[in-house]
């Protein structure tokens, strides 16, 4: 009836009954339990810090959003801007030409005014001249002299 396996038993009953009577139990579920709460303050910890970085990657893809907004409406001010430059530069150019071309046809004008005043005062002196020889030899005497000068007054300021 004492064998070995009854004093184990019994070894194994007395300590077990020991360790209720010591509260061991108690002590190692108050370590479970407060590990267990360390473990869930860790997770909602984690939880917190996992919602802060959404809500900062939020925020940073909304600013990301917001600067390629801010940089289209940039480059589409810059376009504007660069064509109003180019329509102002292109209207400047044609005025130039423009005034350039005036320029060109009044020298042009005034060269030609110049050229026929300066072909009509030759026609007229030689006109003057050929007149002059003409009547010296038609027109002799004091009255002849009287009329080729008379005459050739008159024919130059007709001519000019």
Avoid: C, P, W
Avoid at 30 to 39: E, F, P, S
């Amino acid at each position: 009836m004492f064998n070995e396996e009854f004093f184990v038993a019994l070894g194994f009953a007395i300590f077990v009954a020991l360790l209720g009577y010591l509260g061991v139990h108690k002590k190692l579920n108050a370590a479970l339990d407060k590990r267990g709460d360390r473990i869930k303050a860790e997770l909602d910890e984690a939880s917190k810090l996992r919602a802060e970085a959404e809500a900062v990657l939020a925020s940073f893809e909304k600013r990301r959003i917001e600067a390629e907004a801010e940089a289209a409406a940039m480059i589409t001010q810059a376009k504007a801007e660069a064509e109003l430059l180019a329509k102002e530069a292109h209207a400047r150019i044609s005025d130039f030409i423009e005034r350039r071309k005036k320029q060109a046809e009044e020298k042009i004008a005034n060269a030609e005014a110049q050229a026929t005043a300066e072909v009509r005062a030759a026609a007229a002196e030689a006109a003057t001249k050929a007149a002059e020889t003409v009547l010296k030899v038609e027109a002799k005497g004091a009255f002849g002299e009287e009329l080729i000068g008379k005459n050739i007054a008159d024919l130059g300021k007709l001519l000019h």
